[in-house]
Structure formats: C-alpha cells, structure tokens
C-alpha cells in the first residue's frame, strides 16, 4: 500500500508542478491556445489562472517534500485534500461549461488525490 501510495503521489506532484508551473508562466490566451480542454480559462481572469497555478505547485510540493525531509509529514494528506477541492472546482467549471467529456480528467485526479488523502491519513499515516 505504501509503494502504491508513493507513486500516485509522484504521479500527481509531477503532473500538477507541470501543469501548475505552466499556468503560472504563460498568459492565459497563451494556455487557451492549447485546444478545447484549456478553453476554461476564458471564465478566468489572468490573476486567477497564475493563482490557480500557483496552488496546483503548492500542493505538488506539499506532496513530496514534507514526507521526503521528515518536516511535517502531516503536510502531505492535507495537500492532497487541497487538490480534491481544487479538482472539485475544476469539475464544477467543466460541468458549467458543459464539458463532460474533460470533466471525466477532473474526476480521476480527485479519486487519486483522495486516495492519496485517504492512505496518508490513515492506513500508511506518516505520524506514528
């Protein structure tokens, strides 16, 4: 369970340093440029977007370090719970804007990141 646990989360805090980083670095009409999964930033001003993305490296960081330094691994599922809002945001955006068929991406970064939340909370806890 604990490797397991391990490699969603790397999974996700690569996945969200990237996709994070990107919103923070590129201008929204840049991200939009992407295709028809990105068009979600047309409901988002430019600060929001980098701000959102800001949240996303957060969280990625929150992920790894806290439990890789031994610092505050109690850090860890509460990153993974801020993804799970996060991506529950993100779903009701998709929904709104009538795209399920993106919206599917949204909903399986939640299940992963609550199992991440679930796992470190509980079974495989990093606080003994």
């Known amino acids: 369970m604990n490797l397991a646990l391990w490699i969603v989360t790397g999974l996700l805090a690569v996945a969200y340093l990237l996709g ?10 840049k991200i939009a ?4 999964s990105s068009r979600w930033v047309d409901d ?7 701000a959102i993305g800001a949240l996303e490296v957060l969280a990625a960081v929150g992920l790894i370090l806290p439990a890789a330094l031994d610092i ?12 799970v809002l996060l991506m529950i945001g993100a779903a009701i955006t998709r929904l ?3 795209e399920l068929t993106f919206m599917a991406v949204d909903v399986l970064y939640i299940v992963l990141a609550a199992f991440v939340a679930w796992g470190r909370f509980g ?3 990093f606080v003994h």
Request: proline share 10%.
């Open 96 to 98: 709104r804007r009538h």
């Open 20 to 29: 994070g980083g990107g919103k923070v670095v590129m201008a929204k009409e």
């Open 44 to 50: 988002f001003g430019g600060g929001s977007v980098k």
């Open 72 to 83: 505050a691994p109690v850090l860890v599922p509460l990153a993974a719970t801020g993804l």
């Open 33 to 36: 440029a992407f295709g028809p």
């Open 123 to 125: 079974p495989e806890s």
